[in-house]
């Protein structure tokens, strides 16, 4: 069993920056062969899609992402930057992973492991 930890959360003006971090929980995982993702959900929402990619480095973002936020990863870890942040990209984000597929996803169905959830709060 997976367990999935983000951090990297908090409270940023409009126009600011977060690095957002997932990892597991056991200290010997690595993401290699899982395809890894992060949605998102804003109070009374349902949870959305933010931005996938897969351990062969192909990636997928949500439109109302795309150029501002970016996917990185090292063994240990999936990163997610976010940039130029806006009072609508308050929310609570998940990380998601599933084991070998490389199908980059952006169905919350498509993935076996989830988070708890980060807090980001921007402020206007």
């Known amino acids: 069993q997976v367990q999935l930890v983000e951090s990297g959360g908090g409270l940023v003006q409009a126009g600011g920056s977060l690095r957002l971090s997932c990892a597991a929980s056991?200290?010997?995982?690595?993401?290699?062969?899982?395809?890894v993702g992060w949605f998102r959900q804003a109070p009374g929402k349902e949870r959305e899609f933010v931005a996938a990619?897969?351990?062969?480095?192909s990636t997928r973002y949500a439109e109302s992402v795309k150029g501002r936020f970016t996917l990185s990863r090292d063994n240990a870890k999936v990163y997610l930057q976010m940039n130029s942040l806006k009072s609508e990209d308050t929310a609570v984000y998940y990380c998601?992973?599933?084991?070998?597929?490389?199908?980059?996803?952006?169905?919350?169905?498509?993935?076996?492991?989830w988070g708890q959830g980060t807090q980001v709060t921007v402020s206007s």
């Open positions: 998601a992973a599933n084991l070998g597929s490389a199908i980059v996803s952006d169905s919350r169905s498509s993935y076996d492991y």
């Open positions: 056991q200290s010997t995982f690595t993401f290699n062969m899982y395809t």
């Open positions: 990619h897969n351990w062969r480095y």
